[in-house]
Each structure stands twice: as structure tokens, then as C-alpha cells.
């Protein structure tokens, strides 16, 4: 069992930054894919960027060039820079691990981008 721990959402302003962290926990040895995946009102969950313990990475359209994934496989903590926020980033993000055939979610964190 993986238990997902997120935090760093919030209120940021357009143009502005924000670092969400996922802190994997459980009798795990290491988690494959760790990432994180968005959901905004009346849309459906979205990728929004993944990585491999390989270093393999992934990132939607919409956020390259402005957002960043990385990982601390020693910790099984997974990072998302995130900058140049636009309205349409706002979403509740939730972070994801692939481990042992099984899928894991956190319990989400909000990130709203207003002025």
C-alpha cells in the first residue's frame, strides 16, 4: 500500500510560480512512474506531467517550457515547478505513483491562478 501526501497548492497570480510536492509513504521499495495529473471544474482528469525512475519524463502540451517535473527516487518524492501560471492551469492537482501494478492517487491540492 502507497499512501500520497501533496502540498505547496494555492492562490498565485497570473505570471506568477508555485512548487507542488508529493511524499510517497508505505513498504515500498521504489514506485516506477510518479507524477501528476489535473482536474479542472466540469473537465476531465488530464496529464499534466510523469516520470519514470528511469528519468524518463512526459509533459503536456500545454505546460512545456513552463513547468518541471523531478524526482527524488531515494525519498519517493515527487516535484512540480510550475511557472508562467495562466487561468486555465487552475485545477485541482493530483499527484499520482505507479507501483507493484497498481495505481495511486493523493487527495488533491488546489491551485488557483487569479488576479
Known amino acids: 500500500q502507497v499512501q500520497l501526501v501533496e502540498s505547496g497548492g494555492g492562490l498565485v497570480q497570473p505570471g506568477g510560480s508555485l512548487r507542488l510536492s508529493c511524499a510517497a509513504s508505505g513498504s515500498i521499495f521504489r514506485i516506477n512512474a510518479m507524477g501528476w495529473f489535473r482536474q479542472a471544474p466540469g473537465k476531465q482528469r488530464e496529464l499534466v506531467a510523469i516520470g519514470t525512475s528511469g528519468g524518463r519524463t512526459t509533459y503536456a502540451d500545454s505546460v512545456k517550457g513552463r513547468f518541471t517535473i523531478s524526482r527524488d527516487n531515494a525519498k519517493n518524492t515527487v516535484f512540480l515547478q510550475m511557472t508562467t501560471l495562466k487561468s486555465d492551469d487552475t485545477a485541482v492537482y493530483y499527484c499520482?505513483?505507479?507501483?507493484?501494478?497498481?495505481?495511486?492517487w493523493g487527495q488533491g491540492t488546489q491551485v488557483t491562478v487569479s488576479s
Open positions: 499520482y505513483a505507479s507501483y507493484d501494478a497498481r495505481d495511486y
